[in-house]
């Protein structure tokens, strides 16, 4: 048996990291965009809002609303990673794929399509894939962006929205706070008249803009991935993912995964993730498993258990 680590034959066009401990897809640039998304907003807000707070009426509580900023940013960033270089929930190709000659006309031709049963009554149809050389699971699909969102990070994908979504109202809201007090007829923050020097007045100007501009961006985000949120509570209670809901899978069909609103929130929120089907990290062949029926059946009998 070889021991050469399996993350370095992967046969496919995922990255690994850290010798095979962390995994990604192809695709850089999203991941990047996203970064610098999080990251700008925040860099701003520490330059030209935080300052200005511990200098107006609340100077006594900026302490306060800087460590708040800081942790949620950094549960953000973190969640962010841990998202991006997690492995989704991989299934491995077929061991014997290289065995398979696919040209040969004299060959055994593999069906297309097989059924599986899923529970006692429940019957759905599986493709053959080509490329992974096995029966596409159910729910099952390529993707070749940074990395997917599938059963074992969409926990944290989740957290990660929803801090964004705190992250966008608290910059908002504390500029808008900085706005007020500056510009309000009393004087910048209370204290000072506006008989300021030209000097302070440009240099206030410029931390105006930048605090209007914080707004309008963090808003606009909030507007985006509320939305996004919103829509990814309603697969996870429903128990559908989002190529099935905008394929319209279950328009005229029942749907063979929906446990009941509850019983969905409690597995995704509550259960552990489902273990790796890969081990990057192992030497020799990566390990087989028959993807066809043995995660579903798992499924199942958690279900009849509960």
């Known amino acids: 048996m070889s021991s050469e680590r399996t993350?370095?034959?992967?046969?496919?066009?995922n990255n690994f990291h850290l010798n095979g401990r962390l995994i990604t897809g192809p695709d850089y640039a999203h991941y990047l965009a996203t970064n610098v998304l999080l990251t700008a907003p925040e860099v701003a807000f520490l330059a030209a809002v935080i300052p200005d707070l511990f200098h107006s009426v609340l100077g006594n509580y900026a302490i306060i609303i800087l460590c708040v900023n800081i942790y949620a940013w950094v549960l953000c960033f973190a969640y962010l990673q841990i998202t991006a270089y997690s492995d989704p929930g991989i299934y491995p190709r077929h061991v014997l794929a290289e065995t398979v000659d696919t040209d040969d006309p004299w060959?055994?031709?593999?069906?297309?399509?097989?059924?599986?049963?899923?529970?006692?009554e429940d019957v759905m149809y599986v493709k053959w894939c080509e490329t992974c050389r096995l029966y596409?699971?159910?729910?099952?699909?390529?993707?070749?962006?940074?990395?997917?969102?599938?059963?074992?990070?969409?926990?944290?994908?989740?957290?990660?929205?929803?801090?964004?979504?705190?992250?966008?109202?608290?910059?908002?809201?504390?500029?808008?706070?900085?706005?007020?007090?500056?510009?309000?007829?009393?004087?910048s923050y209370g204290t000072d008249?506006?008989?300021?020097?030209?000097?302070?007045?440009?240099?206030?100007?410029?931390?105006?803009?930048?605090?209007?501009?914080?707004?309008?961006?963090?808003?606009?985000?909030?507007?985006?991935?509320?939305?996004?949120?919103?829509?990814?509570c309603f697969l996870f209670i429903n128990n559908i993912s989002t190529k099935e809901h905008f394929a319209s899978t279950y328009a005229t069909i029942q749907n063979p995964f929906h446990r009941g609103w509850v019983k969905n929130t409690i597995s995704l929120l509550c259960v552990s993730p489902?273990?790796?089907?890969?081990?990057?990290?192992?030497?020799?062949?990566?390990k087989r498993v028959e993807v066809e029926l043995r995660a579903i059946t798992q499924e199942d009998e958690e279900s009849a258990a509960e």
């Open 274 to 286: 489902p273990p790796a089907y890969i081990d990057p990290t192992s030497a020799g062949e990566r």
């Open 7 to 13: 993350w370095r034959k992967w046969p496919s066009r």
């Open 136 to 187: 596409r699971p159910p729910r099952a699909s390529h993707c070749s962006i940074w990395n997917c969102i599938g059963r074992r990070n969409y926990r944290t994908f989740l957290w990660f929205v929803n801090l964004v979504l705190f992250n966008c109202m608290y910059i908002a809201g504390f500029s808008i706070l900085k706005l007020y007090l500056h510009l309000r007829p009393s004087g």
């Open 107 to 120: 060959a055994p031709q593999i069906p297309e399509r097989k059924s599986i049963q899923l529970r006692k």
């Open 193 to 232: 008249s506006f008989t300021d020097s030209l000097h302070e007045r440009i240099q206030s100007r410029g931390q105006e803009i930048v605090s209007i501009i914080l707004t309008i961006f963090c808003l606009m985000v909030y507007l985006a991935v509320a939305y996004l949120s919103v829509f990814h």
